[in-house]
């Protein structure tokens, strides 16, 4: 009885999304390629693993497996992390990010994960929070770095340091108050920041207050600078216009709430990758964070 790894992974997709096509998807194989391996595995274990006839339904045979299958994967996963040697692993690794962190700490991310697994090669998929973690469910990324947690009882979160925010203006636009004389330029309308900050406007000003939202981090930043409106933004992202005299700082008499990171990956038998860099991820934003 001959069985791979690439069988077992195949079979665990099959199981986990009922369906030929998502696996392939999930695993970046055709949908023959992925028939191919479970008959395979069907043919040197003797039985049938999946019902046919019930949208890829595992059999009790089926369900028996997955249980050795997830410890088949475990064991191979610790077996690389123990004993094998982090620069032999060569791999796909998909990775979600916020923008915000693309603006500040992912190129030293890239650098330092790039130094522990040489081999990897390394996909970015930018997006907003809420797309990320959709993405991350569907397993079509193996790590988020996003606005977190992920409340989902497959994901292991990992704590990063949060992005304090402030407000920013152009220095010959007089105005101090965000209710009057400028709109407020921030986040995305489809973001946790925007939702959060459009409900403190409202409780504190009613409707008075306008919000030009953008999904450009760069281009909020542009836009304060050019006196199109005052900004409300992350703190450490402003560090080159402040230094410029672009921007300046004022205070309202209150911020917006501290922006809450994390890195989050599926915590399934065969995450070692995705564990280790996501420690990797909060190390390099502990670091990025001390020095900005």
């Known amino acids: 009885m001959r069985f791979t790894l690439d069988q ?20 970046h194989l055709t949908q023959p390629a992925i ?25 009790k045979s089926g369900m028996a497996l997955i249980g050795y299958a997830e410890q088949y994967l475990k064991l191979n996963s610790l077996i690389q992390s123990n004993v094998g040697q982090p620069e032999q692993v060569e791999s ?13 700490w992912l190129p030293d991310f890239i650098a330092d994960l790039r130094a522990e697994f040489p081999r990897l090669t390394v996909e970015i998929d930018v997006d907003i929070s809420r797309n990320l973690r959709e993405r991350l469910l569907g397993n079509a990324i ?11 009882y497959r994901v292991e979160n990992i704590s990063l340091p949060a ?13 101090s108050d965000p209710a009057k004389g ?8 489809d973001t946790r920041p925007f939702r959060l900050l459009k ?49 300046e700082r004022f205070d309202p008499g209150w911020t917006p709430a501290p922006l809450a990171f994390t890195a989050s990956f599926l915590a399934t038998p065969d995450a070692m990758v ?11 934003a502990i670091k990025y964070d001390k020095n900005n």
């Not at 796909?92 to 500040?104: A, K, M, W, Y």
């Not at 995705?274 to 390099?284: G, L, V, Y």
């Open 8 to 27: 077992i992974r195949a079979f665990l997709a099959v199981a986990r999304t009922g369906n030929v096509r998502k696996a392939a998807e999930e695993l």
């Open 35 to 59: 028939t191919a391996r479970i008959k395979t595995l069907e043919t040197a274990l003797g039985v049938e693993l999946f019902d046919r006839s019930a949208s890829m339904q595992p059999t």
């Open 92 to 104: 796909l690794f998909r990775i979600g990010v916020s923008e915000t962190i693309v603006q500040s």
């Open 142 to 152: 193996d790590l988020a770095l996003l606005m977190g947690p992920v409340s989902d």
């Open 163 to 175: 992005f304090e925010m402030t407000w920013l203006r152009a220095p010959d636009l007089a105005v």
């Open 182 to 189: 400028a709109p407020v330029i921030t986040f995305a309308r």
């Open 199 to 247: 409900e403190e406007l409202m409780e504190r000003y009613g409707s008075s207050a306008v919000i030009f939202p953008s999904s450009s981090l760069s281009a909020c930043f542009r836009l304060v600078a050019a006196g199109l409106g005052i900004g409300a933004l992350p703190l450490s992202l402003a560090a080159d216009y402040l230094a410029s005299g672009q921007v």
């Open 274 to 284: 995705s564990a280790r860099a996501a420690e990797i991820a909060q190390r390099t």
